[in-house]
């Protein structure tokens, strides 16, 4: 099935976070696609650079820059880097997850502060870096990964849907600030999304086939679902849409 084009993303550059596998992954694909000029990074490094690897054989190599963003440091870093490779960050796609189930009564402080590190902590500072160089173009768009999981209630992600209702709230406050700055800052909420990992540690064929029949729509939600969403909001198709939240979820709830 042909999908859309968006001239408005040629050559723009895209920094993703988390683009080593699953929906990050798709959406790396989904920008070179569209002949964007990518960075990610993930700490997965083996399969970041066999997927860097496949997409640069069909000769539009992005750029993979290992990196643990719980390490702010090493994410400005690797930021930087992208900076003086790629060119001024255009479009940064906070994607970087990690949807550990924990029983709540288990749940200890560090427990807390690593889940909020991987899953909230990174986007705010992610997009404090990126703004300086979209004001030296004149503007960009930031879309934030938030989930279904908090509006749903999903049992042993407590702390992960915390961090996740909370990313709703920073996109619609950067929203407003970044504003001036002809920053357009949305959040994507997935619902079910059948990845790989899902399907190793959560899902079995009963799951998902539970899920389809929750759905409005009646067929598996995949990654290329998400990033389509993604490339919309990244081109200059949206240019007057900001401080949203957009629920790719096939209905389901």
């Given amino acids: ?21 699953g929906i990050g992954a798709a959406m790396v694909e989904a920008f070179v696609v569209q002949k964007a000029n990518v ?5 997965q490094v083996e399969p970041s650079r066999a997927l860097a690897a496949r997409l640069a054989a069909s000769g539009q190599a992005p750029l993979f820059i290992p990196c643990d963003l719980t390490d702010l440091n090493a994410l400005e870093a690797a930021m930087e880097e992208a900076r003086q490779r790629l060119g001024p960050i255009s479009v940064l796609i906070n994607n970087a997850a990690n949807d550990q189930r924990q ?8 427990d807390w502060d690593r889940t909020m590190a991987v899953n909230l902590k990174h986007q705010f500072f992610a997009a404090q870096i990126a703004r300086r160089s979209m004001r030296e173009i004149g503007g960009g768009a930031i879309v934030n990964f938030s989930s279904s999981a908090w509006m749903i209630g999903v049992n042993g992600l ?39 990992r899902q399907r190793r540690l959560w899902m079995n064929e009963q799951d998902i086939a539970d899920y389809r029949a929750r759905q409005c729509l009646k067929r598996s939600l995949v990654a290329e679902d998400v990033a389509r969403m993604a490339l919309f909001l990244s081109a200059d198709d949206s240019a007057m849409i900001t401080k949203q939240c957009f629920l790719v979820d096939g209905g389901l709830r």
């Fill in 158 to 196: 407590s702390v992960y849907a915390t961090a996740k209702a909370a990313v709703v709230g920073l996109t619609k406050s950067l929203a407003r600030e970044f504003g001036p700055d002809n920053i357009r800052v949305n959040a994507i909420a997935p619902g079910a999304v059948i990845t790989e």
């Fill in 103 to 110: 029983d709540a009564d288990e749940v200890s402080e560090e």
């Fill in 39 to 43: 960075a990610f990074v993930d700490v």
């Fill in 1 to 21: 099935m042909p999908y859309a084009r968006y001239p408005s993303l040629l050559d723009k550059v895209v920094f993703i976070t988390g683009g080593g596998s």
